[in-house]
């Protein structure tokens, strides 16, 4: 499961197939520095992005792919 405390990195590690949900909210420097350092909310509050919105939508596809 993720929290906002992970970084992107961490996500894509789980599953790199989570890069289009990132893409999809404005993320789109998943390769930076940051993406390994920063939790994804402070990515989010960077990005102007809703951290919540975020992680549900991540967990969502997570949870569908175990399946």
Do not use: Q, W, Y
């Not at 197939?17 to 390769?31: E, W």
């Not at 992005?49 to 939508?57: C, H, I, P, T, Y």
């Amino acid at each position: 499961m993720v929290n906002k405390s992970m970084s992107i990195g961490e996500v894509l590690t789980i599953n790199r197939n989570t890069v289009p949900i990132f893409m999809s909210f404005g993320m789109h420097c998943l390769g930076c520095p940051h993406a390994t350092a920063e939790s994804i909310e402070d990515a989010c509050m960077a990005h102007g992005v809703d951290a919540d919105r975020l992680v549900d939508a991540l967990n969502e596809f997570l949870a569908k792919a175990d399946k």
